[in-house]
């Protein structure tokens, strides 16, 4: 069967001398591995939409056990990312979060819009990175089923404190009352910064970027955003490490 839909490439790796194995993010069928034949060859117009980072309108075979690229076409393609090594490593990060969480062989529209956009604001700068990468984590996260509960203390109800204390391991919060019952190693989060988390969780979409933060605020917020990633996901993430290499945390 033919599918036509639009998809961003996630990842990409030489086949041959002139072929292409790409990952790529589709709305209609999710994450799936697919065969670009030819696409390194110049005069290919798959050789910009099939390249990392590009966002294409794309026409797939699928096959028994495979999918192959008959056309695409770039919508967009993200070649700024790469100017600056910071921004080229969120984004080499986000990628690999999204091939480890979003669906296969299912609709993934929500996981695209949410890269698009995080991909849009670190083309231009117009966000901090410290801003971005908790926002694409956490909602990517609660998209794929992960959502943690942040409303109020998960043994008395509580809604605020000063600080909230954040376990990353069980998604929870617990005020400074029952916390002490709970031991663990929890998050303190200050007011602002709880307010931030549970925004990049519970926003309507359309106003999902829009919040601010200090400077520390920022990166107590992704401190803890990714710690909820690494233990929720129980694994590391090379691009991960590779970013915080560039970044001062």
């Known amino acids: 069967m033919h599918l036509e ?13 002139s072929d292409r194995l790409v990952t790529v993010l589709t709305r209609d069928e999710g994450v799936l591995r697919a065969f670009a034949r030819q696409a390194k060859r110049v005069k290919s117009a798959k050789l910009s939409a099939t390249q990392l980072f590009c966002y294409s309108r794309l026409s797939i075979y699928k096959g028994r056990e495979t999918y192959i690229i008959d056309d695409a076409r770039p919508i967009e393609l993200f070649f700024d990312l790469r100017r600056d090594l910071e921004h ?39 966000k901090p990175l410290f801003l971005l990468k908790p926002v694409v984590e956490m909602r990517m996260l609660s998209f794929a089923g992960y959502m943690p509960n942040l409303v109020a203390c ?49 926003a309507d979409f359309e106003k999902l970027f829009s919040f601010t933060l200090p400077e520390a605020g920022l990166h107590a917020l992704a401190a803890a955003s990714e710690r909820y990633v690494l233990c929720t996901l129980d694994r590391g993430f090379q691009t991960l490490t590779f970013f915080h290499g560039l970044a001062p945390r």
Request: hydrophobic share 40%; glycine share 10%.
């Open 5 to 17: 839909t639009d998809g961003l490439i996630l990842g990409e790796q030489s086949v041959g001398e």
């Open 154 to 202: 998960c043994e008395c109800g509580r809604y605020l404190a000063d600080p909230m204390y954040f376990y990353p391991a069980r998604g929870e919060l617990a005020c400074p009352d029952c916390a002490p019952r709970l031991g663990g190693a929890p998050m303190a989060l200050p007011p602002g910064v709880l307010t931030a988390l549970r925004h990049t969780v519970y």
């Open 88 to 126: 080229l490593a969120l984004a080499q990060y986000f990628c690999e979060l999204a091939r480890s969480v979003a669906p296969q062989e299912a609709p993934a529209g929500d996981f695209l819009r949410l890269l698009l956009n995080a991909f849009h604001f670190l083309q231009k700068g117009t």
